[in-house]
């Protein structure tokens, strides 16, 4: 079985996706801040991390440069729904989603999914990244 | 009274006509004098030298003595000498010849001067003298044909004068017109001028100087006029077209920097509702492929989920807006084409205070970006520039060069240094650390959203480019970009 850590401050995208990955036959666990995503890398080993990147103090880019350089063997796919200005989250990589995906595929990540997406993208992309069917 | 004005014609053929007025009757009255001396001189040369002639006759001849030789000379000076009257005279004895006139009154001394006893007859009384004889000789002259010549030859004179006057008149009638042509001509080119309508040459045809010179200045000043003429309007046209271009350029600028605050504002709304959308999606899906196709609420889900897939198109839509940020496509680019677009632009804009200076590199490598982006980063910078100058005098320098190894940290690469520098009043070193989050500004409410440099610096990380920024306070402000360098043509692969 393999092993996905959901990484959103969204706790209800976190739960859907972690549902929707639960019913595809993964073992999903979830990290509200990218802190926390690299406290439980450390902890349990993973395959895959599925990120935002838009989230409060240490932002999606940085996570993905942080689990590339700790974690060289995890896959990564980062999801973003579009630039937020908002003071608190500000995030200077980033304008727009494309452009926040574009930092995040820069930074390392395997694969960028934009917010919303379907339950068959969602899984096609995890497959995808996993190598499922080409190993 | 008004004045009186006559045409130019009028008045030189008056002048002329009142010159002679005057000069005539002088000339006339001065010739007649002359002509009617000259006639009397002569007749009474005649009459004096004639009778002594006679009278020498007497005296030499001894005629006295012989009555018949005496009647002979005397009858001689009425036929041959012009005489009407002519008598001897000695001691109470009278001869007279028998062809004069008998009305003639004697007994009188000679006529001093021609006309003298109003009877039409000039007297000469000689006396003659001869051995015994003291004897007077008496002729009487007619005056009136040489009367009639003078009439005659001042009638002429009278005649000669209306002639000349006539002629005269007819000769300053026409010079008046010939001169006065020319001047009509003259005057309506420059009445046409002074109504506005430029394109009539003057093409006066003169033989007088004066004239020709004064058509030629005058076509030379209208030809002048009409360049004169010309140029204003092509000024007023030039003018006319950069005011539109100016107000074009503004609205361009306006709804530009409209449209990116509503794309800033839709991103951050779109970020939310995409959010939300991920679980409603999901949720919905998963929850459809359980339910069997029989059952009831499936119909609603189904509902549920194409909302959710309008809702997100939706968000799509909106995000258009920032479609220029949003879709930002990097290709190789010549960075000083979009610094010449952008110049041209701003510098329509920008406050006839500030100097714009730029240092730009004439050989450049490609840089990969954006172009559309690289202009709005630019503009947003020397707007920025601008608004720290504001209200006074200032120099905004644009500078892009080639730097192989580039002084900056962390950068190791070959870079296109861009920068902006203004002479403004610059930050302090707090300002500069905060100068592109969003919402950070220094600016009064009402003036800027505090979006721009932000937005700078976000365009920047999209390029993959670095920016930074120094700035003293009451000096200026520098930001300087700086963008990974292509490769070279020669280097690139074909």
């Known amino acids: ?135 | 009274m008004p004045r009186l004005r006559a045409t130019f014609w009028i008045y030189i053929t008056a002048f002329v006509v009142l010159v002679h007025l005057v000069l005539l009757p002088a000339l006339y009255f001065g010739m007649g004098y002359v002509v009617r001396e000259s006639h009397e001189d002569l007749f009474i040369e005649h009459a004096r030298t004639f009778s002594r002639v006679l009278a020498d006759e007497f005296e030499v001849g001894v005629a006295l003595d012989s009555q018949a030789r005496i009647e002979d000379l005397l009858d001689f000076a009425i036929t041959h000498g012009g005489a009407r009257y002519a008598e001897l005279y000695e001691r109470g004895r009278s001869i007279r010849s028998l062809y004069g006139s008998s009305e003639i009154k004697t007994s009188r001394s000679t006529d001093l001067s021609f006309g003298q006893g109003g009877d039409g007859i000039y007297f000469v009384v000689r006396p003659i003298v001869h051995a015994s004889h003291r004897a007077e000789l008496r002729l009487g002259f007619d005056e009136q044909p040489t009367q009639e010549r003078i009439q005659l030859a001042l009638t002429r004179m009278l005649w000669l004068l209306a002639g000349y006057l006539v002629v005269a008149i007819v000769i300053a009638i026409i010079l008046s017109h010939r001169l006065s042509r020319p001047i009509q001509r003259l005057k309506a080119v420059s009445r046409a001028i002074s109504s506005g309508d430029y394109t009539r040459a003057l093409n006066v045809n003169t033989g007088i100087r004066e004239l020709h010179e004064l058509a030629e200045d005058l076509e030379a000043m209208r030809h002048e006029l009409v360049g004169v003429n010309d140029r204003l309007e092509a000024k007023i046209k030039e003018k006319e077209i950069s005011e539109v271009r100016r107000e074009e350029l503004q609205k361009q600028l306006r709804h530009r920097q409209r449209l990116e605050t509503v794309g800033t504002l839709a991103s951050g709304i779109a970020h939310e509702i995409n959010n939300v959308l991920v679980p409603i999606i999901l949720y919905t899906d998963t929850a459809l492929q359980d339910l069997p196709t029989s059952s009831a609420p499936r119909a609603n889900l189904v509902r549920v989920l194409a909302a959710a897939r309008r809702a997100k198109d939706v968000v799509k839509k909106i995000l258009t807006f920032s479609r220029e940020l949003g879709e930002a496509k990097l290709a190789l680019i010549d960075l000083r084409e979009v610094v010449a677009e952008a110049l041209h632009l701003f510098s329509a804009l920008a406050p006839p205070t500030i100097e714009i200076r730029t240092e730009i590199d004439e050989s450049l490598p490609f840089v990969r970006a954006d172009s559309t982006l690289a202009a709005h980063l630019l503009m947003n910078l020397c707007t920025n520039a601008y608004q720290a100058m504001e209200g006074a005098k200032g120099t905004l320098t644009i500078g892009l060069r080639y730097q192989e190894h580039p002084t900056v940290v962390r950068l190791s690469q070959p870079r296109v240094e861009f920068w902006v520098s203004d002479t403004g009043r610059g930050m302090n070193s707090a300002t500069v650390e905060r100068i592109f989050e969003p919402f950070f500004t220094t600016r009064s409410v009402g003036q800027g959203a505090g979006l721009g440099l932000s937005v700078v610096h976000g365009i920047v990380e999209s390029f993959g480019a670095t920016i930074t920024v120094e700035s003293k306070i009451g000096v200026g402000t520098t930001f300087r970009i700086f963008f990974p360098a292509a490769p070279r043509l020669e280097e690139m692969e074909l």
């Open chain 1, 1 to 135: 079985m393999q092993h996905i850590l959901v990484v959103d401050d969204e706790p209800d995208v976190r739960d859907s996706v972690k549902y929707v990955l639960d019913r595809a036959g993964y073992s999903v666990r979830t990290a509200e801040s990218a802190m926390e995503a690299l406290a439980e890398l450390a902890r349990n080993p993973t395959d895959l991390v599925i990120t935002d990147i838009v989230m409060p103090q240490v932002n999606g880019v940085e996570a993905v440069e942080s689990i590339r350089k700790a974690f060289p063997a995890v896959r990564i796919i980062a999801i973003s729904g579009g630039g937020n200005f908002g003071v608190t989250d500000y995030q200077p990589s980033a304008i727009t989603t494309t452009a926040y995906l574009a930092a995040a595929e820069r930074a390392g990540a395997h694969l960028v999914l934009t917010k919303p997406f379907e339950t068959f993208e969602l899984i096609r992309s995890v497959e995808q990244v996993l190598g499922v069917g080409h190993a």
